[in-house]
């Protein structure tokens, strides 16, 4: 049991892993930016889906080109199973982003509020996700 714990650990010390840390930080930036677009016209929930789906597609292709580039699984197989794991966790992002948002507002951060319960939650799955990415989505 020590020996699996300490090789899937290993995973996150590898170049591999800092790729994926790229690759989701520029997914997480455009998520960020696009929902300040977005905002403009739709209310803060609607907005942080918008943007959610739209840098879901962008995550995607760099995670396959840059981060993931070997697999044998078939494009669409694994545009099912990324898309799965990720609407799996829009729920946990949106809760975190909506409960936050409030807080933030409640102790009178109204300004910065959903700003900065959009980058902690778009932030919060991402160990979970190299894993299943790895060795569900992407796999060799």
């Known amino acids: 049991m020590i020996e699996i714990l300490k090789k899937y650990l290993l995973l996150y010390f590898s170049k591999q892993f800092i790729y994926f840390l790229f690759v989701g930080a520029s997914a997480a930036s455009l998520n960020f930016f ?3 677009l977005f905002r403009e016209f739709l209310d803060s ?20 080109r840059y981060v993931f ?32 948002s409030r807080i ?4 009178g951060l109204a300004g910065y509020a959903e700003p900065t319960a959009h980058i902690i939650s778009i932030g919060t799955p991402a160990l979970v996700t190299f894993l299943l990415y790895k060795l569900f989505v992407f796999y060799k």
């Open 34 to 36: 696009s929902r300040f």
């Open 45 to 64: 929930l609607i907005s942080a889906i918008f943007s959610y789906s739209f840098a879901l597609v962008f995550a995607f292709f760099l995670h396959k």
């Open 69 to 100: 580039p070997y697999s044998v699984v078939p494009i669409e197989t694994q545009g099912i199973r990324f898309l799965a794991i990720q609407l799996a966790c829009m729920p946990v992002v949106l809760i975190i982003f909506s409960q936050l």
């Open 104 to 107: 933030f507002y409640e102790v």
